[in-house]
């Protein structure tokens, strides 16, 4: 069973995204939705040392109030130190920046950057990404 975090202030990002996990027959999953990067850190912070109940999968926003994506990056490093967690984290945004991209391509931590709106296709994708394929940030 999968766990995918949705990050992202948007409330209707994350509403339609989780329609769409549940139309790709995501039924077995849990999803769990966060607001920004702060509630994500303190329940992953909360449940570190059992990684089993955090998610494997992470959908991040990067322009979010409280925590951002970058700042939610750093810090689950220091909650992380002993690498007990070990999610695939797939940054979804509205950032076309290539200075983002370039840092997301980067950072260890990230496995895609995909600029939204995100389609079916490409979050069929993500789902099907495993965390020893290459880095699909290009």
Known sequence: MH??????DNLLF???????????SI???QILLFENGKTALS?????IETPKTLPSIILLDLNMPCVNGWEFLELIKKINQDNLYQPIIHII???IDDN??????????VSNYLVKPINLGQLQNVLNFNSNNEKMVS
């Not at 983002?100 to 931590?109: H, R």
């Open 14 to 24: 994350r509403k339609v995204t989780q329609k769409l996990l549940f139309k790709l």
């Open 100 to 109: 983002d991209k370039q840092k997301a391509k980067q950072t260890n931590l």
């Open 27 to 29: 039924k077995d999953s």
């Open 93 to 95: 945004t509205s950032s």
């Open 3 to 8: 766990k995918i975090a949705i990050i992202d």
């Open 43 to 47: 329940f992953i912070s909360d449940n």
